[in-house]
């Protein structure tokens, strides 16, 4: 079975700061893919990354970086110098045996 | 358009009576997927298609829901006898792949009085 965790319902920060928020999962698939996606208030879901279970390397795209760690089965998503825009629900997904499964949600507050 | 078009925005409907809601995929995309999100909640899985079969509906959360996609394109998921616990926003999304990005439609709002 697939499983997402986000343990983290709601996290707020105040601006400049940085935040991680956690997702672990699980599958029994030996290759699968990992996503984020961000949902702003306006409520479009729009994707950030994709990684694949062979590539453990880090990312980082401009103040977003990924850790992806499968000894501990997560991969972690950092915002540096966090922004009232980064404000939104970020969703953590898995995608094992054909279907994309997503966890609940971390919605994260920017405080000006 | 070029993203993935859903209709309606917003359904209002009557308990008991049965809704259908639509997706038009981005042209090309081979894989459609619905998602359930209640208020504040999470993505439900429901269903996926690859092509017009759906390899997986365990998703689906009774009998009363259903769902087709003739042509490759254009997905409708039915709710038959609706009730209260239905009212959601229903998200269809589309990739070129199976494992591909997914491009989310703005949603369905259904509300179920």
């Known amino acids: 079975a697939q499983k997402v965790t986000q343990a983290q319902t709601e996290i707020s920060v105040v601006e400049k700061e940085d935040v991680t928020l956690d997702c672990v999962y699980e599958?029994?698939?030996?290759?699968?893919?990992l996503f984020w996606y961000k949902q702003p208030p306006s409520g479009e879901l729009v994707f950030l990354i994709r990684?694949?279970?062979?590539?453990?390397q880090n990312e980082i795209s401009g103040r977003y970086s990924w850790n992806f760690q499968k000894s501990t089965s997560s991969f972690n998503f950092t915002i540096t110098a966090s922004q009232v825009v980064d404000s939104a629900v970020y969703f953590c997904?898995?995608?094992?045996?054909?279907?994309?499964?997503f966890g609940k949600g971390t919605r994260l507050h920017i405080l000006p | 358009g070029a993203g993935v078009s859903q209709s309606p925005s917003n359904k209002v409907t009557e308990k008991g009576k049965d809704v259908e809601l639509r997706c038009d995929p981005i042209s090309g995309h081979t894989a459609l997927y619905w998602y359930r999100q209640s208020l504040g909640q999470g993505l439900e899985f429901l269903i996926y298609f690859q092509g017009n079969s759906a390899p997986d509906k365990s998703g689906l959360p009774s009998d009363r829901f259903s769902a087709e996609r003739t042509g490759g394109s254009v997905s409708t998921l039915t709710i038959q006898r609706t009730q209260q616990e239905d009212s959601a926003v229903y998200l269809c999304?589309?990739?070129?792949?199976?494992?591909?990005?997914?491009?989310f439609g703005e949603g369905s709002r259904l509300t179920v009085l």
């Open positions: 990684r694949n279970s062979f590539d453990e």
């Open positions: 999304a589309s990739s070129l792949a199976v494992t591909g990005e997914l491009f």
């Open positions: 997904a898995l995608l094992g045996d054909d279907k994309i499964i």
């Open positions: 599958t029994r698939d030996t290759t699968y893919y």
